[in-house]
Every structure is written in C-alpha cells, then in structure tokens.
C-alpha cells in the first residue's frame, strides 16, 4: 500500500551541506521512465553509477541508455538494496513511498520536483577536467540553478580543466616525496604564471614550469617549503 502524501513542507531555514559522491560501481535506483528520468540516469551515469530503473513504460531517452530497465511498478521497500535512490513518476503517492521507503533505509533520495521528500538535491553542474562547479537554489527552482550554472560557465571555460590536471600532477609530486603540499606559494604560481600560459594556450610551457617549480620546492635544503615557492614562482622571460 502506498503511503499518504504530506504535506508539502516549507524549505529548511538550515543551509544545505554540499558534498561531492562517489558513485562509481555503485549500485542506484531510478524510478520513473519519463525524459526527467532518462536526464536523472544519465547523471548517474556519467559518474560511473550502476544503474537499474523501473518503470511501466520507458520514453526514447531512457531506451538509449546503458541501464538496467525493469518494467513494472515500483515495489514497496526495494528502495533499501540501492546505495541511492532517484524517483521521478510525477505520482505524489509513488514518489513519496519510495522516499519513505529510502529514508527508512537510510539511503539517499531525491525526488524530482517535490523538495520535501529529497534527503539529498542534484545540483546543476558545469564540468572541465576533474573540476566541477556545482549550483543548487536548495529545491527553489531549478532552472534557475541551470542558469546561475550558464552564467558561471562563460567565465570558467575549459583551461580550468587542464589548470587542475597541471596543479594534480604537481602536488601529486610533491606528496609522493614524502613532502606535504600545504603551506605552499600556490597563490603566485597559478595567479602569476599557469593560468595566463593556459589561457594564452601555451600548455606545454606551463607544465614545464610547473615541474621547474617542483624540483627547487623538492631541493629546498633547509628552506621552509614557503620560501622555496616564492623563490621558483616566477613567469619565464
């Protein structure tokens, strides 16, 4: 039996935590074959989630992604065997069972369109390299999450992608040396010297600076890893 619709509930005065999920093969639900499921999927997806949806009927989207399809209705409970949880019928009764039945559980759920019954919110994301973005007007509207996502993206293009994979590699360097990265004049490096080579499409320049700078942090004898920064952290003439 399905269980009764709340109430709607005002949103939380509490500020949300935001957070960044591992899902990759990772087992997920996703309820509801419509083109708002098939986008929830493929969110999923694209971070490496395993992905089994249900649904009586499945739209164009869903038939062209690499998910597990049931067609069936929703059982009552089996919202418990996923590590999380995406419900989008558009039937308050349906979507509400299965957000008790995940919170019960405590399994992470969202349900498209109806804020009350979502432990969780997928924000509208912009994407570069291992760089992500994230915007949530906690359940208010979220096209005006995609829009506030477009706007950020005119000024966070690209380069910030190969900017992370240039700073990964550096500091990835510098820990493998036993050495810790913080404390370091990343600031000067990336302000002064990475982001206007890569911005300027000089890739292979800025990376080599970067190894440059790594080296004098690595040999800095009896230098505080600060002082060995500031001292390397200079633009090529």
Known sequence: MLAAVAPIATRPAA?????????????????????????KAASLLECGAEVTLVALATSPQVEQLPVTIERRRYRAGEAASY??????????????????????AGVLVNAADDPASCSFLMPAVLRSGDVSVAVSTAGVSPWLAGWVRRRIGEVVGPDVGMLAEIVGEARATIRSAGRSSEGLNWGDLVDDILWPLISAGDVALARSVAVRWVDAVLAADGRGPADAAQGTAQRPG
């Open 15 to 39: 500020p949300l935590f935001h957070l960044a999920l591992r899902l990759e093969g990772e087992r997920c639900l996703v309820v509801g074959g419509g083109p708002i499921g098939a986008r």
């Open 83 to 104: 590590r999380l949880v995406v419900t989008a019928t558009g039937l308050p009764a349906v979507d509400r069972q299965v957000y008790v039945d995940a919170q019960r």
